[in-house]
T-cell receptor
Framework: DTGVSQNPRHKITKRGQNVTFRCDPI?????LYWYRQTLGQGPEFLTY????????KSRLLSDRFSAERPKGSFSTLEIQRTEQGDSAMYLC??????????FGPGTRLTVL | KNEVEQSPQNLTAQEGEFITINCSYS?????LHWLQQHPGGGIVSLFM???GKKKHGRLIATINIQEKHSSLHITASHPRDSAVYIC???????????FGAGTILRVKS
């Protein structure tokens, strides 16, 4: 399967714990995007990378959130000191300049 | 007011009906995307367009740049078309997508 993959698919954690999600983009894609989707809403932009450079971050991305793409391939999104409001589907997408974005299956986070 | 508005929010149709979902946006864009999302979260890109009209099978997408409006049409709808359809725009000056809230479509047999 050469699509975008995300791990884990589901994560249940207790409030205050740290969680980390991984996204593996389509190999030739240099752009990688993170989005968050809450129930009944469309996705919201969090951040994006071109190769290893993080070029844009949303105001939604508080200081508890950090994303990396160290070698310009896979990316990780870490949430520290999780809160119940962080419960959402976290979506990753990859693409190339001005082309369509290909989405992964998402990681559903539940914070108890 | 959201930058991307979709209508209707919910749509129930009988199998075989012609379906239209509308999207209006308020910013200058470089491209508009129509996406399909099934239960469980997976999102599939249906169309990316910046002018005119595109067709793929039973799906047709149109855009009017002057009116800042796009429509997604489904001809001869089928229960397997049941999903959430999301409109998203990429602004002229950035690379991120701004999404509408989605239209929940249910096609009954």
């Amino acid at each position: 399967d050469t699509g975008v993959s995300q791990n884990p698919r589901h994560k249940i954690t207790k409030r205050g714990q740290n969680v980390t999600f991984r996204c593996d983009p389509i190999s030739e894609h240099n752009r990688l995007y993170w989005y968050r989707q809450t129930l009944g809403q469309g996705p919201e932009f969090l951040t994006y990378f071109q190769n290893e450079a993080q070029l844009e971050k949303s105001r939604l991305l508080s200081d508890r959130f950090s994303a990396e793409r160290p070698k310009g391939s896979f990316s990780t999104l870490e949430i520290q000191r999780t809160e119940q409001g962080d419960s959402a589907m976290y979506l990753c997408a990859s693409g190339q300049r001005n082309n369509e974005q290909f989405f992964g299956p998402g990681t559903r986070l539940t914070v108890l | 007011k959201n930058e991307v508005e979709q209508s209707p929010q919910n749509l129930t149709a009988q199998e075989g009906e012609f379906i239209t979902i509308n999207c209006s946006y308020s910013v200058g864009i470089s491209a508009l995307h129509w996406l399909q999302q099934h239960p469980g979260g997976g999102i599939v890109s249906l169309f990316m367009l910046s002018s005119g009209k595109k067709k793929h099978g039973r799906l047709i997408a149109t855009i009017n740049i002057q009116e800042k409006h796009s429509s997604l049409h489904i001809t001869a709808s089928h229960p397997r078309d049941s999903a959430v359809y999301i409109c998203a725009v990429r602004s002229e000056y950035g690379n991120k997508l701004v999404f509408g809230a989605g239209t929940i479509l249910r096609v009954k047999s």
